[in-house]
């Protein structure tokens, strides 16, 4: 299943980040691609705010992933950029960063290539000026089933 949206200004994204907050629970990994600067650290910051993370939510670039803890999830977000080799996914221990309680987000996954784990939704975030267009592709039977719901959602 494919949804997607136009969001013309941070605000909008700001909206829909509290969508996706409404239709993924624990047991989730989305992964984000975009260019630099298009946007993925600013959805996944509010996702997170809107989840209960409260406190600044930075962006893991040099530190690979920043992991939270809320109302029992864990809460791990990942940013592979500065990854040289996918076997860093591995050097890293990041398979054991996945588990049932958890819900992850992965900032430029193609880094791991083969490594990466089974994802339930494919991110997808395009630039024109101050608009973003993302496009959501479910993986999984999960991802689909929320994918359905955060349109249900979405049309209310
Ligand atoms: N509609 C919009 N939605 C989201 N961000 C927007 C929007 N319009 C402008 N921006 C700005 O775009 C920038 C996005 O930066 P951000 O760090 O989130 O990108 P990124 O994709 O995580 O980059 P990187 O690949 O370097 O990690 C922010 O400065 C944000 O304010
Ligand atoms: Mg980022």
């Not at 997607?4 to 200004?9: E, G, H, R, S, Y």
Request: glycine share 4%; aromatic share 10%; charged share 25%.
């Amino acid at each position: 299943m494919q949804y997607t949206i136009k969001l013309p200004n941070l605000h909008a994204t700001k909206e829909f980040a509290k969508l996706i907050s409404q239709s993924i629970n624990p047991n989730f990994v989305i992964t984000l691609k975009g260019d630099l600067g298009a946007g993925k650290t600013t959805l996944v910051r509010e996702v997170l705010y809107h989840l209960g993370v409260v406190g600044s939510v930075k962006s893991p670039t040099y530190i690979l992933v920043e992991p939270y803890i809320v109302n029992d999830i864990q809460i791990n977000h990942f940013d592979l950029y500065r990854f040289n080799d996918p076997d860093e996914w591995i050097e890293s221990g990041f398979d054991e960063y996945f588990s049932s309680n958890c819900i992850c987000f992965i900032e430029w996954p193609e880094k791991a290539d083969s490594y990466l784990p089974q994802v339930d939704w494919k991110l997808q975030i395009t630039v024109d000026d101050e608009t973003r267009s993302i496009e959501i592709n479910s993986q999984s039977d999960k991802g689909r089933e929320c994918l359905m719901q955060l349109t249900k959602i979405a049309a209310r």
